[in-house]
């Protein structure tokens, strides 16, 4: 029986990446406490929307491994979420920065591959 393992291979990178950018967007608002004054709100949105992201498009990788059509729904979900965190991102800074952002954007290309590959019929 064949197996879909790049949808798989995918989502792992993009979960990797995801949680390693919500790390440091969540540690970052913690940092910049004093400029921005609370920021709890800040830190639960980059948890809940990076590392969620990542999750559930991590399930939908394995889902999509056994090409099971869930699959597709949520590696798009968890790509759609770390689309909200790369926008959180951006309004938190009030602009765009390259460097903190890149590891939500690699999640994002990842995970985008991961979608792809996972709507592949066996």
Known sequence: MKKNVAALVFSILGTVFGIIGAIIWAACADTCADIVGSSTMWTVGFIVLGVGGGVVSLIGGIQAFRFRPAGFVMS?????????????????????????????????????LATVFSKRKS
């Open 76 to 112: 798009l979900l968890g790509c759609l979420l770390q689309v909200g965190n790369l926008v959180l991102e951006c309004v938190f800074v009030e602009g765009f920065s390259f460097v903190l952002s890149l590891w939500t954007l690699l999640a994002i290309v990842m995970l985008v």
